[in-house]
């Protein structure tokens, strides 16, 4: 069976042939980096990361480009927040850093290349001043729009027709626009206070002045708008076509309907062969959001949980469905993982043992291991169906148990097969941790020695010994660990 796909496009059931036999090119809709992640957000993150996998365990060579959405007028409302910094750059980093450590707190493959706005702003530009040129778009008052009316197709990723859709954009710019659906490329001038105090926390002081960056264009200083910017970053590291372009359901419209419209309007090329959407995580009957104040984050559900349990959460659900975090979702998980760990583990023991044989055969426990590979296959190839992919790897687990349990005398080449399994279709395409931590993913007795490191450094410099204070700097980068010292004292990151 071949891997098929529900194409959100087309609304069908597709078979899946990237342009090249051998290479995959995925686009991820990155987050906005204005705030902590949370466990939505890595709904998607995770999604997306099984995906890759499987594709390489397929055969195919991924090329994986997440951006970080580090430019946006929620960011720059942020700025002066506690210790966020002063400026929109400051703030961007902070969280971007959060982000990363999170991702890699979650085993996830690295994609090839993280783009963020602010340093594609030229690559934007020239792609605004294309569609200028084609007649798509056009200046008002030093912002440039997209003029929805010249693009024949607009509406057909979300199955919409133009005079239905409701109008884009800020309520100072309608006046602005030809067409109320026209959506900015190019803003003029920095965020305006009243944009800031839709998206300042309360207790703040309000911004009496536009902030954020702004660059020079050719219709004055700005900033890009915010769907231009996934079009012009997906280009330049991938080109013009991409195979699959993996977001959020709910940014089907407007994001994804207007990166189509503008990609395909500039290039005259298809933007992306395979639009897939994970659903939402709700909680309390609405979508996990920042926005709401309704989340767990990223950290602290790895504290809580663990890598593995949030990894066994997230595979309970196939990519496209909703899906509910609740306490009892979350037991589910934890008793899920523990019973393949346990598996697992059984087998290696016992394989590892002096009553595993080269001449003992339970024709049940190898015919398992075959069963579990085919359905394993099948179900992910059924447009990724962890659920019944994982199903299948609790049916090895079984057969292990039931092997270990009654056996005098241990089948060595099914119980070696059988690890292998975990290994391969748990380990390698769902991310789990069989044979110990995940690679890069319980990273807290790491984080608790590097800390307990740097607060030998900095009683070092204390004490005056800058060239020790200085070695150990050196030997933590050594080992991949990046040092940054600031007047609120040191932090770090895992590179």
């Not at 959001?289 to 959460?313: K, P, Q, Y």
């Not at 490191?453 to 204390?462: A, H, P, S």
Request: hydrophobic share 35%.
């Amino acid at each position: 069976m071949t891997l098929s796909v529900t194409n959100t496009l087309t609304g069908e059931r597709e078979e899946f042939e990237p342009q090249d036999d051998d290479d995959v090119l995925l686009y991820v809709c990155g987050l906005t980096v204005s705030d902590d992640a949370h466990l939505g957000h890595a709904r998607l993150w995770m999604h997306a990361d099984v995906m890759h996998r499987w594709l390489e365990h397929e055969g195919y060579t991924v090329h994986h480009v997440e951006n970080f959405t580090d430019v946006n007028e929620k960011i720059a409302a942020r700025i002066g927040e506690d210790e966020l910094g002063e400026s929109e750059p400051a703030v961007a980093r902070h969280f971007t850093d959060h982000v990363i450590r999170d991702m890699r707190g979650l085993n996830l493959k690295r994609a090839e290349v993280y783009p963020r706005v602010s340093e594609h702003v030229p690559q934007i530009i020239d792609l605004v001043e294309t569609l200028v040129e084609r007649g798509h778009a056009y200046e008002s008052n030093g912002s440039v729009y997209f003029d929805v009316t010249t693009f024949e197709e607009y509406g057909k990723l979300s199955n919409q027709q133009v005079e239905e859709m409701e109008a884009q954009g800020e309520a100072d710019e309608r006046a602005e626009k030809r067409h109320p659906a026209d959506f900015a490329l190019w803003k003029a001038g920095a965020v305006s206070p009243d944009a800031v105090a839709e998206h300042r926390h309360e207790g703040l002081d309000p911004v009496d002045d536009p902030c954020g960056e702004t660059w020079d264009s050719p219709w004055g200083e700005g900033r890009p708008g915010w769907h231009i910017e996934c079009s012009a970053m997906s280009m330049t590291h991938l080109g013009e076509t991409i195979d699959v372009h993996v977001g959020g359901r709910d940014l089907v419209f407007p994001h994804h309907e207007n990166e189509v419209a503008q990609s395909e309007a500039a290039t005259g090329q298809t933007f992306a062969r395979y639009w897939l959407h994970v659903g939402l995580l709700q909680m309390d009957e609405d979508k996990m959001s920042s926005s709401l104040g309704n989340f767990f984050t990223v950290s602290d559900a790895l504290e809580e949980f663990g890598v593995d349990v949030i990894r066994t959460f997230y595979l309970s659900t196939g990519y496209r469905a909703e899906q509910t975090f609740s306490d009892e979702a979350m037991a589910e998980a934890e008793e899920r993982w523990d019973r393949l760990e346990r598996a697992y583990e059984a087998a290696v023991e016992a394989c590892d043992s002096p009553d595993a044989y080269a001449t003992v055969t339970d024709d049940d426990l190898r015919d398992a291991v075959e069963t579990t590979r085919e359905e394993f296959r099948e179900a992910m190839n059924d447009d990724f169906n962890v659920r019944e992919a994982m199903a299948a790897l609790i049916e090895l687990a079984r057969a292990v148990n039931t092997h270990v349990g009654d056996a005098d005398e241990y089948d060595y080449r099914g119980l070696r097969e059988a690890a292998e399994a975990f290994e391969d279709l748990g380990g390698d395409v769902f991310g789990l941790g069989f044979g110990g931590p995940a690679d890069g993913g319980d990273v807290t007795v790491a984080e608790d020695l590097v800390t307990l490191l740097l607060d030998v450094r900095e009683t070092e410099r204390e004490a005056g010994n800058y060239d020790r204070a200085d070695e150990l700097r050196d030997e933590l980068e050594a080992l991949g660990v990046e040092v940054q010292d600031s007047d609120d004292g040191p932090s770090f990151r895992f590179e």
